[in-house]
């Protein structure tokens, strides 16, 4: 089992991470400030031995909002309620705006070698809003994980917005310049 803190650049907000690899298992804790809403979530998500996501929930502490996805592996979603969700087919990875962790799952899955990049449709959870979307971002290797770690540019191509982030020798991120460090 793996631990990992970060907490958002600004300082206002945590997250415990908790992981196992082979097959990609994690559930976590985060504390969070979104245009001046604070929030209490929990997520878990798990992977198959391929490193895709099949299964991902997201909720609320109170109970008043949270959500349940499942993929086949292949693309195909469906809700907590197993109804089908054809907007996010062809999405192996997901994305929770909350936590830096998610960015590892392509990472991981792709094992991309220096200078190879890849475009990618992800299923994206906005929190605190809960809503789910399928949008299009960009890995591409800058250093290949190594026994030190390795560095990747983040780029979506959804909202523009690019990062450079490092990340540890399992694929996690390290920090995420001006948005989250790690405290570990």
């Given at each position: 089992?793996?631990?990992?803190?970060?907490?958002?650049?600004?300082?206002?907000?945590?997250?415990?991470?908790?992981?196992?690899?082979?097959?990609?298992?994690?559930?976590?804790?985060?504390?969070?400030?979104?245009?001046?809403?604070?929030?209490?979530?929990?997520?878990a998500?798990?992977?198959?031995?391929?490193?895709?996501?099949?299964?991902?929930?997201?909720?609320?502490?109170?109970?008043?909002?949270?959500?349940?996805?499942?993929?086949?592996?292949?693309?195909?979603?469906?809700?907590?309620?197993?109804?089908?969700?054809?907007?996010?087919?062809?999405?192996?990875?997901?994305?929770?705006?909350?936590?830096?962790?998610?960015?590892?799952l392509?990472?991981?899955?792709?094992?991309?070698?220096?200078?190879?990049?890849?475009?990618?449709?992800?299923?994206?959870?906005?929190?605190?809003?809960?809503?789910?979307?399928?949008?299009?971002?960009?890995?591409?290797?800058?250093?290949?994980?190594?026994?030190?770690?390795?560095?990747?540019?983040?780029?979506?191509?959804?909202?523009?917005?690019?990062?450079?982030?490092?990340?540890?020798?399992e694929?996690?991120?390290?920090?995420?310049?001006?948005?989250?460090?790690?405290?570990?």
């Amino acid at each position: 089992m793996n631990d990992v803190l970060w907490e958002p650049a600004d300082g206002a907000g945590l997250e415990h991470l908790r992981y196992e690899t082979g097959p990609l298992s994690a559930d976590s804790v985060v504390l969070g400030v979104d245009e001046g809403d604070r929030f209490r979530i929990r997520y878990a998500l798990d992977c198959d031995a391929d490193g895709r996501v099949r299964s991902v929930s997201v909720e609320s502490f109170d109970g008043e909002a949270g959500l349940e996805l499942a993929a086949d592996g292949e693309g195909r979603w469906t809700d907590g309620d197993g109804a089908p969700i054809p907007e996010l087919d062809g999405c192996l990875d997901a994305d929770i705006s909350a936590t830096p962790f998610t960015n590892a799952l392509p990472i991981r899955r792709l094992n991309l070698a220096s200078g190879e990049s890849a475009t990618l449709s992800m299923v994206y959870v906005s929190v605190p809003a809960f809503e789910v979307s399928a949008v299009q971002q960009r890995y591409t290797c800058l250093d290949p994980v190594d026994a030190d770690g390795g560095r990747f540019r983040y780029e979506s191509l959804t909202s523009g917005f690019s990062a450079e982030i490092p990340v540890d020798s399992e694929g996690v991120v390290r920090d995420y310049p001006d948005l989250f460090r790690r405290t570990d």
